[in-house]
């Protein structure tokens, strides 16, 4: 073969490698639990076989031969001459870890100096006999009893290059099911088999190979070359997705045995049956093709993302000062409207999936814990059953990384901590097996890892016993604790819930950088737990990192974003709800008390004039971090942004309170403020189902984008206008229900526009400049609706929303939701779920409703 | 860092702060803008003025006044600040006025007297049109402060 720079393919090659050993990670557990399972151990043996002929390929001997003797006892497991014992299994995964050590030496370039001998040794132990690769070809099911029917015309080819002292060979080559562009491969093949020798035949023949529909990836080769059997098989090997090489030697004997089956070509071997009879393991979905991307090439993309975003920031905040100067100019002011809307959704696009690209399934992050989780089970000395759910949900990559150390610790404190021994387990009347799991979700915008256990849960008690014992808090302070902020000492340094220490999780280290290290994500951590039934943990992450949801407030003249995972609700204090203890100031909020931070101070930022005057009320953000609350008193709140975190730079380095900064949609800088570093030093645990309170506080206030209709004024939920857009070309639609008005291209979507006037039988009216199409989300397919003009977004509370009277002239069809009377003017909810239904969408053209 | 051999082949950006006159070789200085907002971080060095969205990045400015621990003149329009090069970052230097870009003749080029100034921040004095102008060693400027 050609020399070429193997180096290039080291990445390609590691993934790989890292790739099969988590196959064979997972799929020997697997037979650790069911040792007949026939496609787990062809698995395993198609992995170990791929791992040998990749590093082969690679010229990394070690690894060659290491996994040369790993894949000879997978042969005899195959072969049932070996049976699957624990012992064994323990053995396969020392030799996995070592596979990984001998990765780690290609990675350090010391690969050499790795002793694979007492590796090897071990492995004999189950394979006495060792065999070298030339007895394992014998020792193989083929006979070389060739399976092709050779014309009178290849048999003297080959004869006489048998004379001449060549290697006739059979090879017969199946490509795996899931190969892509199989016929290139098998050209790829063919053109190696011809620098090796002569091809004298091929089946199917070449042409039919190249063509790609109707190729199913078997072939045969009549390969005439003064190479082995061996050297030919290592060089196919070293082509990736080959299911099963078989190689036979074609001697002037058995070339004329075949007689038989003149009709058909190529006839299956004895290994292709098996596999054949015995599809491999589950199919998996079709996978759509992917690119492997250089990750700091995406990274410069995403900046670059970044800087579209703050550009976009800029150009909203412009026309919004543009529109407040200057209403003349009205044309342009909609063009740019226009312009600014379109770019919005254009960025948020490109953001969105930009941010998938870096999106990978936590299964890859999972994929490791069954056998740490099997490993520590085993030397915890316990039983349990380990289940994961979710592990198709996607995270950004840098997380997916980030969050594996707080996961295994977890898990490990479940294990050891959680779960009782099995004999104690049946004492109490439970199953002997515990019960682990492992769950990730997708919620909102956020990531849920839950590890729940059904072991004897926290007792809050003994915790707040510990932490007496070791000084963190005195009585008087345990005293006061609930139950539930008891069980948050754990997160304090040294405090563990192990009556005895052992070397899995104990020595006291762990919850509390467990803790910090979810802070550091901009997560939450929760506990939840019942004596004797169990403990749940619930991690809340963001889905990335670089670009994040803020609330802008104003500490003085300045403008702070606070990461809003942080946030959990604003508030709005009266003066007679601050009180201070023990000089500080704390907040009244429903009854409990929650530790304020005047923010501004604390910065030292200008002590204006206007800090002198006196407030009646004063903003409070109530933030969280994992269990601690505190209100942080904000001079203003400006609104939810989209920013992009930027890191101050080394020479300043991390100012106290300052996590970083971010550029605004006029230009400037505005600070982000570090939570964690602020809840740390004041907050005082208030694990009140703040959550609760923010979702009842959530329900309270709605809000409505509002728009004209004739005289009328109307509100539909913000949540489900998902744009709004003026009125482009329509297209008629024929025999179109009355109230469709047309359909317009958004987009690239086929989008039906409603005419409401028509709907609610108002008569019609021209369209105007201020005439916009709301697009709602429904279902399947959006939907737009004209309207005569887009007022403003309502905010308001349900309390302010009036049920409308009954039968009234308002109340048709149950299309009104309700009636928000504001200062001096009516707005009319609408029930949009009933103007949907009442159009009757199945009456549109499929073409329209049947969106991609 | 200008060495004392390359004086004369390079240029210098001259500027003042504080009537006095001071100068960065052209090749330490990335670009010079006119004053934008800075905002002002709390609790970091005092010399540090704040920061600045350059297209984007985020830059800290450094008070050259501050640094030199000089009287803060009012700020006009002249004011610019210089962008140059730190450590795997730039950093902006606010400074009164940029006066030239200009090649000093090396016979005009002093080396530092050594007993006089405290902090031997400077590389050299050179002499133009009768004006000693400070070549700043902009390593010590920038990280050994006390």
């Given at each position: 073969m050609a020399d070429f720079d193997l180096s290039a393919y080291l990445g390609v090659f590691l993934d790989e490698v890292d790739e099969q050993l988590q196959i064979l990670d997972s799929e020997i557990l697997v037979l650790e639990q069911h040792p007949e399972k026939i496609e787990t151990i062809q698995n395993i043996f198609r992995a170990a076989h791929t791992l040998k002929g990749s590093s082969a390929s690679m010229g990394f001997e070690q690894m060659k031969e290491f996994t040369h003797y790993l894949e000879n006892v997978f042969d005899q497991v195959r072969n049932q001459k070996l049976a699957v014992t624990p012992k064994l299994v323990n053995v396969i995964f020392e030799s996995i870890d070592f596979i990984q050590v001998l990765k780690d030496g290609i990675l350090n370039g010391n690969l050499d100096e790795i002793n694979i001998q007492p590796y090897v040794d071990k492995l004999n132990e189950f394979h006495p006999q060792e065999m070298n690769d030339e007895e394992i070809q014998n020792a193989k099911p083929s006979k070389d009893q060739i399976i092709t029917e050779l014309d009178d015309y290849t048999k003297n080819v080959v004869i006489s290059g048998l004379a001449f002292g060549h290697n006739a060979l059979e090879v017969s080559i199946k490509l795996s099911n899931e190969a892509l562009m199989k016929n290139v491969r098998a050209l790829l093949i063919h053109n190696n088999l011809k620098e090796a020798g002569e091809i004298v035949a091929a089946f199917p023949s070449i042409d039919e190979m190249e063509k790609s529909e109707g190729f199913e990836g078997e072939m045969i080769f009549i390969l005439l070359t003064m190479q082995t059997k061996q050297e030919i098989l290592e060089m196919i090997n070293q082509i990736s997705d080959i299911k099963h090489v078989n190689i036979n030697q074609i001697t002037e004997e058995n070339m004329n045995l075949h007689q038989k089956e003149l009709a058909v070509p190529i006839q299956k071997t004895q290994l292709e049956q098996v596999l054949e009879e015995k599809p491999v393991g589950n199919q998996?979905?079709?996978?759509?093709?992917?690119?492997?991307?250089?990750?700091?090439?995406?990274?410069?993309?995403?900046?670059?993302?970044?800087?579209?975003?703050?550009?976009?920031?800029?150009?909203?905040?412009?026309?919004?000062?543009?529109?407040?100067?200057?209403?003349?100019?009205?044309?342009?002011?909609?063009?740019?409207?226009?312009?600014?809307?379109?770019?919005?959704?254009?960025?948020?696009?490109?953001?969105?999936?930009?941010?998938?690209?870096?999106?990978?399934?936590?299964?890859?992050?999972?994929?490791?814990?069954?056998?740490?989780?099997?490993?520590?089970?085993?030397?915890?000395?316990?039983?349990?059953?380990?289940?994961?759910?979710?592990?198709?949900?996607?995270?950004?990559?840098?997380?997916?990384?980030?969050?594996?150390?707080?996961?295994?610790?977890?898990?490990?404190?479940?294990?050891?901590?959680?779960?009782?021994?099995?004999?104690?387990?049946?004492?109490?009347?439970?199953?002997?097996?515990?019960?682990?799991?492992?769950?990730?979700?997708?919620?909102?915008?956020?990531?849920?890892?839950?590890?729940?256990?059904?072991?004897?849960?926290?007792?809050?008690?003994?915790?707040?016993?510990?932490?007496?014992?070791?000084?963190?808090?005195?009585?008087?302070e345990a005293a006061k604790l609930d139950d539930k902020e008891a069980m948050f000492l754990i997160f304090k340094s040294g405090i563990s819930t192990a009556e005895k220490i052992t070397d899995i999780s104990g020595r006291g280290v762990g919850m509390d950088i467990v803790r910090a290290h979810i802070e550091k994500l901009n997560g939450l951590i929760d506990i939840d737990s019942t004596i004797g039934a169990g403990t749940t943990f619930t991690i809340k992450l963001p889905l990335t990192l670089a670009i994040i949801s803020s609330l802008l407030v104003k500490f003085g003249q300045k403008t702070f974003a606070i990461p809003l995972v942080n946030v959990l609700e604003i508030i709005r204090l009266n003066k007679e709800d601050i009180q201070t203890i023990k000089e500080k100031e704390v907040g009244l909020v429903r009854g409990r008390v929650l530790p304020l931070v005047r923010m501004k101070e604390k910065l030292g930022l200008d002590p204006s004039e206007e800090a002198a005057e006196e407030k009646k009320r004063e903003f409070v953000i109530v933030v969280g971090i994992a269990d601690k609350r505190i209100g942080i008193i904000a001079d203003k709140t400006i609104g939810n942004q989209e920013i992009v975190i930027k890191s101050l730079g080394p020479y300043i380095g991390s100012p106290p309170y300052i996590a970083g900064a971010t550029i605004m949609g006029d230009g400037s800088v505005a600070l982000i403020l570090d939570v964690s570093s602020v809840v740390r030093e004041q907050g005082t645990q208030d694990t009140e189902t703040a959550t609760d309170n923010k979702r009842k506080e959530l329900e309270d206030e709605r809000q409505f984008v509002t728009f004209k209709l004739d005289t009328e004024e109307?509100?539909?939920?913000?949540?489900?206008?998902?744009?709004?857009?003026?009125?482009?070309?329509?297209?008629?639609?024929?025999?179109?229900?009355?109230?469709?008005?047309?359909?317009?291209?958004?987009?690239?979507?086929?989008?039906?526009?409603?005419?409401?006037?028509?709907?609610?039988?108002?008569?019609?009216?021209?369209?105007?400049?201020?005439?916009?199409?709301?697009?709602?989300?429904?279902?399947?397919?959006?939907?737009?609706?004209?309207?005569?003009?887009?007022?403003?977004?309502?905010?308001?509370?349900?309390?302010?929303?009036?049920?409308?009277?009954?039968?009234?002239?308002?109340?048709?069809?149950?299309?009104?939701?309700?009636?928000?009377?504001?200062?001096?003017?009516v707005v009319i909810i609408l029930e949009f779920n009933e103007i949907l239904q009442s159009i009757n969408l199945q009456d549109l053209p499929a073409e329209l409703v049947s969106q991609p | 860092m200008a060495v004392a051999s390359d004086i004369g082949k390079v240029q210098f950006v001259v500027f003042s702060v504080n009537q006095q006159l001071y100068s960065l070789s052209i090749e330490e200085v990335v670009e010079i803008l006119r004053v934008p907002a800075i905002t002002s971080i709390p609790g970091i060095n005092e010399m540090i003025e704040g920061v600045i969205n350059l297209r984007g990045s985020i830059i800290p400015v450094v008070s050259i006044h501050k640094r030199f621990e000089l009287p803060i003149s009012e700020r006009n329009k002249k004011n610019r600040i210089v962008i140059v090069q730190g450590k795997n970052e730039n950093i902006g230097l606010m400074v009164d006025e940029v006066r030239m870009v200009t090649k000093f003749e090396e016979e005009n080029v002093e080396p530092p007297p050594g007993l006089k100034v405290d902090e031997d921040i400077f590389t050299g004095f050179a002499k133009l049109n009768e004006q000693v102008i400070g070549i700043l060693h902009l390593e010590k400027v920038l990280y050994e402060h006390s």
């Open positions: 998996k979905a079709k996978i759509n093709p992917t690119v492997r991307v250089d990750v700091d090439k995406l990274e410069h993309l995403m900046n670059l993302v970044g800087e579209l975003v703050i550009d976009q920031t800029r150009l909203v905040d412009v026309r919004g000062r543009l529109a407040d100067r200057d209403t003349r100019q009205e044309d342009d002011m909609e063009t740019l409207d226009e312009v600014t809307n379109h770019l919005s959704r254009v960025i948020t696009e490109l953001q969105e999936g930009m941010m998938k690209t870096r999106m990978l399934p936590i299964e890859q992050l999972f994929n490791r814990f069954p056998r740490m989780v099997r490993d520590t089970t085993q030397k915890a000395n316990k039983e349990i059953d380990f289940v994961m759910t979710g592990k198709e949900t996607e995270l950004d990559r840098t997380l997916i990384e980030e969050i594996s150390d707080p996961i295994i610790h977890l898990l490990r404190n479940s294990i050891d901590h959680g779960i009782e021994p099995a004999d104690e387990r049946e004492r109490l009347g439970k199953s002997r097996k515990g019960k682990i799991e492992l769950r990730a979700a997708h919620e909102e915008n956020h990531i849920v890892i839950s590890i729940r256990d059904d072991g004897k849960g926290i007792d809050p008690d003994k915790i707040k016993q510990t932490a007496i014992n070791k000084g963190t808090i005195s009585e008087e109307y509100g539909i939920d913000i949540q489900r206008a998902k744009d709004i857009v003026s009125v482009p070309a329509m297209t008629k639609v024929v025999n179109a229900p009355k109230d469709l008005l047309g359909i317009i291209n958004l987009r690239g979507k086929m989008l039906p526009v409603i005419d409401l006037r028509r709907k609610f039988n108002l008569q019609e009216q021209s369209q105007t400049k201020k005439s916009r199409i709301i697009v709602v989300e429904n279902n399947q397919h959006d939907v737009g609706f004209l309207v005569d003009e887009v007022t403003q977004v309502l905010k308001t509370t349900n309390s302010l929303i009036e049920q409308p009277p009954s039968g009234s002239q308002y109340n048709h069809s149950n299309l009104i939701k309700g009636i928000s009377k504001l200062e001096d003017r | -």
